[in-house]
């Protein structure tokens, strides 16, 4: 789900209808590219950086399915 400008951008792991469904909190740059990703409790579990044109250019860990605004690999709206 797309959460649109300045709206925190969530998504829960596991069986989401469980309350042990774990969240991941996305963390965007002004052009809404995800350049990290945290835990509950805080942790950076996954980072990546995009040169100008939008390709990816380092980071740990997969932040999939988001990448960076220009390459239009997001997930459709819903």
Request: proline fraction near 5%.
């Amino acid at each position: 789900m797309q959460a649109g400008l300045d709206q925190p951008l969530a998504r829960l792991t596991g069986s989401v209808a469980s309350p042990l469904a774990a969240a991941l909190y996305y963390h965007q740059d002004g052009l809404s590219s995800v350049l990290a990703v945290t835990d509950a409790a805080k942790a950076v579990t996954a980072t990546q950086r995009f040169d100008a044109f939008g390709t990816k250019i380092g980071g740990a860990n997969s932040v999939r399915p988001y990448g960076a605004t220009a390459d239009g690999n997001r997930m459709p709206a819903g």
